[in-house]
C-alpha cells in the first residue's frame, strides 16, 4: 500500500527540483506593447479556525500572489500602495457584504480581489473508526472568492463564489510533524497538506485570472 503513495511523490521531487522560481520583478506591459489588466489582490482573511502551527492567510496570500505573478496575464499592484486607503473595510470584512465603499477614483487599480478562507477542516473519514488505529482523514477546505471591477464609476461585481475542495490524507501521511515540517521547507510542499494547499492555490488563481480577462475583453 505504501509504494501506492511513494511513486507519486518522488515524481513531485523530481518535478520539484525542475522548476525554478522566477524572481523577475513583474512589468506593466506585454512584451507586444499591450497593457495588462492591473489587478490589487489583498491579502487572503482568515475566518477558518485552522489550528495549524504557521498562518495559513500569509502562505495563502504569498502563494497565490506568486502564481499570479507567475503567470503572468496580470499586473499586481503592491497591496501597500492601496491598503492604507481601506483599513476600516478590511478590518470589518465590508468586502463580502458590500462594495459600495468602492464608489471612489482608483487611478492605478482596475480590478480588486479578496479571498476569504472560511473553511480548513482535517476530519477521519470513517467518524466511528478507533483514532488510535490507521485512521485516512479528509482535509476540508473553502474559500470565499470576490473580483471587483472598478474601471467605471460604479463598481461591478465580476466573481463571487465559494471554492470547495476535499483532498484525502491516507493514514501513512497522517503523523507528519507540521511544527517542523511547514511552508518555506521544500519537502512541505510534498506533503498532503502542502499538496492541498497547492491545489487550492491553483484553483484560486486560475479562478481570478479566467474572469479578469474575460471581463478585460469587453
Known sequence: MLKKWISPLLLIIICAACNKENNEPQVAFHDNGMKKPRVALFD?????????????????????????????KLFLVKQDEIAWQYPLQLEKLIPFRDHSWLQENHPNVEYIAFIELIEHDIVPRNPDQNLRSKTSFNLNISARLKVIDVRDDIPKVILQEIITQSHYIPWQFSSINYNKTRPGKTIYNMTPIGLAHGKLTQSISKRIEDYILLANTR
Open 44 to 72: 487572503m482573511l482568515d475566518n477558518s479556525e485552522a489550528s495549524l502551527p504557521w498562518n495559513l492567510a500569509d502562505e495563502f496570500s504569498n502563494d497565490i500572489s506568486t502564481q499570479i505573478t507567475k503567470i503572468d
